[in-house]
């Protein structure tokens, strides 16, 4: 969230082996290195370097997976969607992001589930699909009423600020732009 991309690798990375090397990492708490090689992941993809953070995401995925983590699966599969958005891959980030916001909100992560719906709204929104956009981005400012978080806040105006602005509805659009 500080933009120190490779300094944030370079101690995930460190962590992630500490994790695995610790005796316990993987076995008892599978979600530390998870997050870890995910947090890397996040490095990569923010600078843009998208083979690098598919390289992670997938290390990150074949452990959620081994650990039956159907949360980190959604998660780490949900940030994989974003670089299929911005390859404008519509068609393929668009379930994902509806499986992460299931799985999420399923297990009661609301801020991420709110996170990948507003990502949904944002694809839907791409394929020509306001209406259905719309109704996304509503579901998410509900679920971040359950479970604040001011960056995934942020997302939600600014996808429902594209919606509005797309749709003619320029009062709104200011509204969520401010």
Request: proline share 1%; with cysteine.
């Amino acid at each position: 969230r500080v933009r120190e991309y490779n300094s944030s690798i370079k101690y995930a990375r460190k962590a992630a082996d500490a994790w695995r090397n610790s005796g316990v990492g993987n076995a008892t708490y599978p979600g530390y290195t998870i997050s870890c090689l995910n947090t890397v992941a996040l490095g990569y993809h923010r600078q843009n370097m998208y083979d690098s953070a598919f390289f992670y995401y997938n290390k990150a995925l074949a452990l959620a997976k081994e650990a039956g983590s159907s949360v980190w699966v959604g998660i780490v599969t949900g940030n994989m969607a974003q670089i299929y958005y911005a390859q404008k891959q519509y068609n393929t980030a668009y379930p994902i992001f509806m499986n992460d916001y299931n799985t999420s909100k399923d297990s009661g992560y609301y801020d991420n589930a709110a996170n990948s719906l507003q990502w949904a709204a944002r694809t839907n929104l791409a394929m020509g699909n306001g209406v259905a956009a719309l109704k996304e981005v509503r579901e998410a400012f509900d679920l971040l009423r359950l479970w604040h978080d001011a960056g995934y806040l942020r997302n939600t105006f600014y996808t429902a600020t594209q919606i509005f602005k797309e749709m003619g509805n320029y009062d709104s659009a200011f509204y969520y732009n401010n």
